[in-house]
């Protein structure tokens, strides 16, 4: 089902959401680089740009949480030497960067590590802290008044790199990633409404860590690539349904075997994975899965450059 947030109206032109106050929001995701450049894939024709907007500073593996038709948030990371606790706000009206007074309870990295309950708050989950201790405590910000608390839940054990989605209204969900005894296959998932935690019976195809997640909110939630315990890097991908949290794996795979990809969606239809590291480049090009069949498709337009090591990115997108 889809879902809107009746603080905002949708317009008649289905490539634009209109907030309060008819401002223009043009849809898209948002690739968030290493060197601090935020680009753009423009959902009306997977076109890619680059805002002229940038990041505070060169950052990996900051969390992100995406409050849409309003602003998308990115939380902490890994500006060498420093695990930043800041908070970035995307303001997706006139796509300006702003740097919240608010901030997390400790500095965390980690790919992929956050997830949004669209129009109340935005997670940051786990990762990595100074010191290379691994946090199992997840903090919540609260989009009304941009404040941060620290919730009671935590993940099964500290762990980064992990793959997280939301079924926005309803939970999110951490797949896999990498605790102090090593890669884990377990999903966690935190309930939004009394935001308690509990564990799936299902588990993801392999102990994966790095790879990264999506969800067609309301219908199932998508783990991409990764790298495993053992072997190759892995190019499958594993679908949540919420309905009942079982996993299936997709005929479809990414072009080639990759971790430390960027996921995103339009949720009602399709998720990006962008970018990624293949063990010898960084990647530029975007893989597209479209929801109505699972089938997966290469974008003709390509990131500006490949990271090996890409901070995240988040999506303004019309379906919660």
Known sequence: MTRFDSRRRVSTYTSVWMPTGDETTYLGGYFFKTDAVIQKITFTDDSISTLTATLSASKQGVHTASNNGVAGYVMGGY???????????????????????????????????????????????????????????????TYSGETISTIAATLTTGRWGMACFANSG??????????????VSGIDKITFSADTKSTLAATLTATVRNASGFANSGTAGY????????????????????????KSTLAATLTSGRQ????????????YVAGGFDG?????????????????TTLSAT??????????????CASL
Not at 280 to 296: E, H, N, W, Y
């Open 280 to 296: 010898s480049v960084g990647l530029t090009g975007v893989d597209k899965i479209a929801f109505s069949a699972d089938t997966k």
């Open 223 to 246: 783990v991409c690539g990764g790298e495993p315990t053992t072997g190759a890097l892995l190019t499958r991908i594993d679908k949540i349904t919420f309905s009942t949290d079982a």
């Open 79 to 141: 500006a060498a030497p420093n695990y930043p606790t800041t908070i970035e706000k995307l303001l997706f009206s006139n796509e300006s960067r702003s740097t919240l007074s608010a901030v997390l309870s400790a500095g965390r990295w980690s790919p992929a590590g956050g997830f949004s309950n669209s129009g109340t708050a935005g997670y940051a989950l786990g990762g990595e802290t100074t010191g290379g201790s691994r946090l199992s405590s997840i903090d919540k910000l």
């Open 303 to 316: 990131l500006s450059s490949g990271d090996t090591f890409p901070a995240n990115a988040l999506a303004n």
């Open 260 to 271: 430390r990809t960027s996921g995103f969606a339009n949720s009602g239809t399709a998720g």
């Open 170 to 183: 309803t939970a999110g969900y951490v797949a896999g990633g990498s605790d102090s005894g090593g890669e």
